[in-house]
């Protein structure tokens, strides 16, 4: 199961991506159910105590994948009304949802608190105040944790590390104490508990725990001013792997083992994870169509029918993703530009790159797409976005439709 070659064919679970293609065209998602539940299940049997893992949906927002999380007893981690929204079509239990991000509005505050969710993770003083109005304006207590930026270098793309003294995230870290004290005056909040998230693709979990040890001393601190953490939680983060050559993130044991060891001082906290890329990334990948091959005397370009509209990671962050034909010929290597539609010259799922080359009307496989893949996708050059397909053992489902011409106009007005 997962995604492998079997006979120089690619797979997703047992349906060969061939056949899917055939049908629905390119560009396109294509998941393995199977992954994401093996990924889910290797995170959640690591935990030796009370735990909750709330899914990142930023990471991929499809329902049906929501879905596959809840029905395992996942959470989600949301950032927005609209996430929010998602996750309670897809039937996430509102317990089981923290709410994250550093510019919540009133009309997003009072969603969330009307749905009862687990807790609103907090950025800063006029945050909480917000929060403190709107509840009052509804006649609640706000559940409520503060995300601390640790200031720990979680040695990974500067786009995202977020737990640095220069990053705009968290409430910084000698405030902490004055910040909850300032919470614990309102009356329509209730102090619950405290959040951090370092930044993500860690390969490294020394940053993760060293993390963990700054906020356990703030628990620690907290206690003593009578103030009591019912949830710890540790944000997302844990890196995949999208070089087989190169990357070696830490296994979900070892991830967790540094986590409980942290907190340990704490046994009765919820422990609770927001993980996005680990339980999908690797799950997914988005086929294009090689359309055109091209020469200019210092490059070749391999141009296909999928741009950094369909998948923006390697243009946004010069990302690394592999790409490999869906069918393996053993014909001759080239080194290439893998290169979109896109008018703009940062338009490439892969620079200098070494594969297989493969006929126009061939197709290729970028792996390791499952996560911030389609939900980073824009209608850039009035491109309709891609279908996206769940495979389940040994059938597939559309999960989302490719876009008409007509869905890219809807809701403009001539
Ligand atoms: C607050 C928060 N939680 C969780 C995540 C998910 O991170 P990852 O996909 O690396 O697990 C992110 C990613 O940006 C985040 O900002």
Do not use: W
Not at 12 to 20: E, F, G, H, L, Q
């Amino acid at each position: 199961m997962g995604i492998k070659y079997i006979d120089n064919e690619l797979y997703v679970d047992n349906v060969k991506v061939a056949s899917i293609v055939e049908d629905v065209k390119t560009p396109v998602y294509i998941y393995s159910k199977q992954h994401f539940i093996e990924q889910f299940e290797k995170l959640d049997k690591a935990f030796s105590r009370k735990h909750s893992i709330s899914f990142a949906i930023k990471a991929n927002s499809n329902l049906s994948v929501i879905k596959t999380f809840a029905e395992l007893g996942g959470g989600a981690d949301i950032v927005s009304k609209g996430e929010l929204f998602r996750a309670l079509k897809a039937g996430v239990d509102p317990q089981k949802i923290v709410f994250s991000g550093v510019a919540k509005t009133d009309d997003e505050i009072e969603y969330a608190l009307q749905n009862d969710i687990m807790m609103i993770n907090l950025e800063s003083k006029d945050e909480l105040y917000a929060v403190n109005r709107v509840a009052k304006k509804l006649n609640k207590k706000a559940r409520i944790a503060f995300r601390i930026n640790p200031e720990v270098d979680p040695k990974t793309h500067p786009y995202i590390s977020t737990g640095l003294k220069k990053n705009k995230f968290g409430v910084p870290y000698e405030e902490v104490l004055d910040t909850y004290i300032e919470a614990g005056k309102l009356d329509n909040i209730d102090i619950y508990g405290i959040q951090f998230h370092i930044g993500s693709q860690l390969l490294d979990s020394t940053p993760i725990y060293d993390a963990s040890v700054k906020v356990a001393d703030i628990i620690k601190q907290l206690k003593e001013k009578g103030i009591n953490i019912k949830a710890i939680d540790v944000g997302g983060g844990l890196g995949i792997v999208y070089n087989k050559k190169e990357d070696n993130p830490p296994s979900a044991e070892t991830y967790v083992a540094q986590i409980e060891e942290a907190f340990k001082d704490f046994p009765d906290a919820l422990l609770v994870c927001e993980p996005g890329r680990f339980l999908v990334g690797n799950g997914g990948i988005m086929v294009a169509k090689v359309v055109y091959h091209k020469t200019n005397g210092k490059k070749n370009f391999v141009i296909v029918d999928a741009g950094m509209n369909d998948l923006i990671r390697p243009s946004l962050y010069g990302a690394f993703q592999e790409i490999e034909p869906v069918k393996i010929k053993n014909s001759q290597k080239i080194v290439c530009d893998v290169v979109g539609p896109i008018c703009e010259t940062g338009d490439f799922l892969a620079r200098d790159y070494e594969m297989e080359d493969v006929e126009n009307g061939g197709y290729l496989a970028v792996f390791s797409s499952g996560a911030y893949g389609f939900t980073m996708a824009s209608n850039y050059n009035s491109r309709p976005k891609a279908c996206e397909i769940m495979v389940e053992g040994n059938s597939y489902k559309i999960i989302r439709k490719r876009e008409s011409l007509e869905d890219l106009i809807k809701g403009e007005i001539l």
